[in-house]
């Protein structure tokens, strides 16, 4: 099983539609998640973290189930300017902050 | 805003060939990272260094790579006799702890190409 699963689309959604990502990670003892954002050919950029209460930052909303080894993002009233790949990232734990990456799910928003 | 630093931004080099990746974290962090992204695929984590040695590294860093930290500002990732499968974006980042929550910053990229 790969240590952290998204699918890998492409999303193609109008603008203001709403898209969610799904991602799952196999090590159960991994302490903290994230998404980040990375436009073509740049750095990954943190978009947010992911606690086990969920949490929202505007238009995104995050979620994590332990239980379930799962995590999502929620994007709300998508803009062309959310275009760009998703990337499910778990920090391996273990300390020295490790992080492990999906291989991201891209999102194309068009007008 | 600080921000992490990489130079070149894109290197080619024949096979065989050693290079030097540099990068400069965030002043005031303690970590430091290298991880790559070959073309199409996922961003792999090389190796994390701290206090002066490395403190993690993944099974891509065989004895081909070395990284080190020379003066009080730069951070060099080595890659000697390159193979045509080194070819990769590598990242820097930093991050000011290494507590689960600590946020890692990205360096914007070193493109290599081994021709």
């Known amino acids: 099983r790969k240590e952290v699963e998204q699918d890998p689309g492409p999303f193609n959604v109008p603008e203001g539609a709403t898209v969610a990502f799904n991602c799952t990670y196999s090590?159960?003892?991994?302490?903290?998640f994230f998404w980040y954002r990375q436009d073509c050919r740049k750095e990954p950029k943190l978009l947010m973290s992911?606690?086990?209460s969920g949490n929202e930052d505007g238009r995104f909303t995050a979620q994590l189930n332990r239980a379930s080894q799962y995590i999502s993002l929620l994007i709300r009233d998508s803009k062309l300017s959310d275009s760009a790949t998703y990337l499910c990232?778990?920090?391996?734990?273990?300390?020295?902050?490790?992080?492990?990456f999906g291989a991201g799910t891209r999102l194309a928003v068009h007008p | 805003e600080p921000e992490v630093t990489q130079t070149p931004s894109h290197q080619v080099t024949q096979m065989g060939q050693e290079v030097i990746l540099r990068c400069v974290p965030i002043?005031?962090?303690?970590?430091f990272y290298w991880y790559r992204q070959i073309l199409g695929q996922k961003v792999e984590f090389l190796v994390s260094?701290?206090?002066?040695?490395?403190?993690?590294k993944s099974e891509i860093f065989d004895d081909q790579f070395s990284v080190e930290r020379p003066d009080g500002s730069n951070f060099t990732l080595k890659i000697r006799s390159t193979k045509l499968e080194d070819s990769a974006m590598y990242f820097c980042?930093?991050?000011?702890?290494?507590?689960?929550?600590?946020?890692?910053?990205f360096g914007q990229g070193t493109r290599l190409t081994v021709v």
């Open positions: 002043s005031n962090h303690l970590y």
């Open positions: 260094f701290y206090n002066n040695e490395i403190s993690e």
């Open positions: 990232v778990v920090n391996a734990g273990g300390g020295y902050n490790k992080l492990i």
């Open positions: 992911v606690y086990s």
């Open positions: 980042a930093s991050s000011d702890g290494a507590a689960w929550d600590t946020e890692a910053f």
């Open positions: 090590n159960s003892a991994s302490q903290s």
